[in-house]
């Protein structure tokens, strides 16, 4: 079946240490994207990719990074420079930019 | 900046009754529409996608867009427990060569038994 695979699934991580965020697709996309969802919130663009090897920042582009080697993978590095990592991180795949978003299933990230 | 407005709710509706959600946008060339729903602790999931005026239909579902009054609307018929969500509304707009998606905050639905 064709999807967006998001792992792990849950992720605790030390402050001061960076972590990645592995997210795959299957779809045949073009399109990829990180959003950040804190409780009660609504959903905020890290970074987007439209085309491999090329992407830009979102509204909160600020103490993350990310890759676009292959059109199928876009990994997300929560940096230590991050303020408030701790959040609900979901990867979002589309065949274009005027296409809607298919979700993966998400990374809870918890910063101590 | 572009703008979508819902009502976070809490909305309540009793188990069989119909469920309306409202969105409203700011971008008057706004062109594609989407609803998602999405349970707590989970991944939004697309369940409808409107792009023209009028009502679109799928199952329970019917989602409505009226351009002029920039408002788009999902109703939910026959309403269900499992119904219980947030159901998030999302706007692309273009201009200039690109597209901007924008999400709505959310509204919560109860659907009570």
Not at chain 1, 61 to 73: L, N
């Amino acid at each position: 079946d064709g999807g967006i695979t998001q792992s792990p699934k849950y992720l605790f991580r030390k402050e001061g240490q960076n972590v990645t965020l592995s997210c795959e697709q299957n779809l045949n996309h073009d399109a990829m994207y990180w959003y950040r969802q804190d409780p009660g919130q609504g959903l905020r663009l890290i970074y987007y990719s439209q085309i491999v090897n090329d992407f830009q920042k979102g509204d909160i582009a600020e103490g993350y990074s990310v890759s676009r080697e292959k059109k199928e993978s876009f990994p997300l590095t929560v940096t230590s420079a991050q303020k408030n990592p701790t959040a609900f991180y979901l990867c979002a795949s589309s065949i274009g930019q005027d296409s809607p978003l298919h979700f993966g299933n998400g990374t809870r990230l918890t910063v101590t | 900046q572009k703008e979508v407005e819902q009502n976070s709710g809490p909305l309540s509706v009793p188990e069989g009754a119909i469920a309306s959600l409202n969105c409203t946008y700011s971008d008057r060339v706004s062109q594609s529409f989407f609803w998602y729903r999405q349970y707590s602790g989970k991944s939004p999931e697309l369940i409808m996608s409107i792009y023209s005026n009028g009502d679109k239909e799928d199952g329970r579902f019917t989602a409505q867009l009226n351009k002029a009054s920039q408002y788009v609307s999902l109703l939910i018929r026959d309403s269900q427990p499992s119904d219980s969500a947030t159901y998030l509304c999302a706007v692309i707009s273009s201009g200039a060569g690109s597209y901007q998606l924008t999400f709505g905050k959310g509204t919560k639905l109860s659907v009570i038994p």
